[in-house]
Nanobody, 122 residues
C-alpha cells in the first residue's frame, strides 16, 4: 500500500500553473513535516518546499514567490501550488514526509511518494 500518493502533474506551457497534491495514508502518523522535492534529468534532487505541523514553511530560492505549499494536517494532505512556471521547473516531483525534518538532500527521509512528472513547454 502506497503511503504517500501524489497527483496533479502534467504538461503545461511556460507561464502557466499546476497544483500538486499528496495524500498520506492512515498507516503513517506522527508526521512533523511534509514537502516536495524534485529531480530533473542529470541534476541532483532538490528540496522545493516544506511545511511543518506548526505551519512553518520554507522554499527553495528558485521558487520563492511562485510556489505556495499548504497543508491540511487533519487530512494528512499537502498541496504545492505552482505558478509562473518555466522550463527550468521541469522535473519529477516527489512528495516526502518525515517525523523530524526534511533536509536539502532528502537523505534519510521517512516516506516518499512515487513521483509525478511536471513538464513545462517553452
Amino acid at each position: 500500500q502506497a503511503q504517500l500518493v501524489e497527483s496533479g502533474g502534467g504538461l503545461v506551457q511556460a507561464g502557466g500553473s499546476l497544483r500538486l497534491s499528496c495524500q498520506a495514508s492512515q498507516s503513517i502518523f506522527n508526521i512533523n513535516v511534509m514537502g516536495w522535492y524534485r529531480q530533473a534529468p542529470g541534476k541532483k534532487r532538490e528540496l522545493v518546499a516544506y511545511i511543518t505541523r506548526g505551519s512553518t514553511t520554507k522554499y527553495a530560492d528558485s521558487v520563492k514567490g511562485r510556489f505556495t505549499i499548504s497543508r491540511d494536517s487533519a487530512k494528512s494532505t499537502v498541496w504545492l501550488q505552482m505558478s509562473s512556471l518555466t522550463a527550468e521547473d521541469t522535473a519529477v516531483y516527489y512528495c516526502a514526509a518525515d517525523r523530524r525534518f526534511l533536509g536539502s538532500s532528502g537523505v534519510g527521509v521517512d516516506y516518499w511518494g512515487q513521483g509525478t512528472q511536471v513538464t513545462v513547454s517553452s
